[in-house]
């Protein structure tokens, strides 16, 4: 399982602060003791003050969250354009309208979204079965599933990967994880698959 992030720590100490203070709310209409109306009172403005502290600390940790991603996918189709495994996303668009190849979508939580294009017809070579999109851990809580772990060793590693890293121009992709249906209904004889992005492939590369 992930560790949690500053942003996710924050999230929980708030809770532990807000929560006597909303059960009280709650049960506002029971008999209260005394002393309970002026340790709200005086918990209230600390809760509030917390809140405004854990937002203006989210903000650098969020930018700097972001700036690592892109760094990291920067260097990375760098390292993978040097070893000619890269390819235009024009060209990666003619292949999909062909039917030609696979496009191969890895992501996951907290990371970004990155597009492969194979020649192989990966739903006909995968030597395991392949998950349903639902059924994918985007969320990194279990070991990877087999079908994640090959489609790693025989695509995108490097050395040892086939598949060609792409950059999508002009494509907004609707909020939250990117279903292969969201291509296949932009290139409708392309073969789409979806797959986890795992921290393997960075541990690999900075290996090299």
């Given at each position: 399982?992930?560790?949690?992030?500053?942003?996710?720590?924050?999230?929980?100490?708030?809770?532990?602060?807000?929560?006597?203070?909303?059960?009280?709310?709650?049960?506002?209409?029971?008999?209260?003791?005394?002393?309970?109306?002026?340790?709200?009172?005086?918990?209230?403005?600390?809760?509030?003050?917390?809140?405004?502290?854990?937002?203006?600390?989210?903000?650098?940790?969020?930018?700097?969250?972001?700036?690592?991603?892109?760094?990291?996918?920067?260097?990375?189709?760098?390292?993978?354009?040097?070893?000619?495994?890269?390819?235009?996303?024009?060209?990666?668009?003619?292949?999909?309208r062909?039917?030609?190849?696979?496009?191969?979508?890895?992501?996951?939580?907290?990371?970004?979204?990155?597009?492969?294009?194979?020649?192989?017809?990966?739903?006909?070579?995968?030597?395991?079965?392949?998950?349903?999109?639902?059924?994918?851990?985007?969320?990194?809580?279990?070991?990877?599933?087999?079908?994640?772990?090959?489609?790693?060793?025989?695509?995108?590693?490097?050395?040892?990967?086939?598949?060609?890293?792409?950059?999508?121009?002009?494509?907004?992709?609707?909020?939250?994880?990117?279903?292969?249906?969201?291509?296949?209904?932009?290139?409708p004889s392309?073969?789409?698959?979806?797959?986890?992005?795992?921290?393997?492939?960075?541990?690999?590369?900075?290996?090299?």
């Amino acid at each position: 399982m992930s560790p949690l992030s500053p942003f996710e720590f924050l999230a929980g100490v708030s809770y532990l602060i807000l929560a006597p203070f909303a059960n009280w709310r709650v049960s506002a209409r029971k008999p209260q003791p005394a002393w309970a109306g002026f340790v709200y009172c005086i918990t209230a403005p600390a809760c509030v003050l917390w809140l405004f502290v854990a937002t203006v600390l989210s903000i650098p940790y969020l930018f700097i969250a972001g700036h690592f991603l892109a760094t990291r996918e920067r260097r990375l189709f760098q390292r993978l354009q040097s070893r000619q495994r890269t390819m235009p996303w024009s060209d990666v668009e003619q292949r999909l309208r062909a039917g030609e190849g696979t496009l191969i979508i890895e992501q996951a939580q907290k990371q970004s979204l990155r597009l492969w294009w194979t020649p192989d017809d990966v739903q006909s070579l995968s030597p395991v079965p392949i998950p349903t999109f639902d059924d994918l851990d985007f969320l990194l809580l279990d070991p990877p599933q087999p079908f994640v772990t090959w489609c790693l060793e025989r695509y995108f590693l490097s050395p040892g990967g086939s598949a060609f890293l792409t950059r999508p121009v002009g494509l907004r992709f609707p909020p939250g994880f990117t279903a292969p249906e969201f291509f296949m209904t932009l290139f409708p004889s392309a073969r789409v698959v979806a797959t986890v992005l795992t921290p393997q492939l960075e541990k690999d590369e900075s290996a090299t």
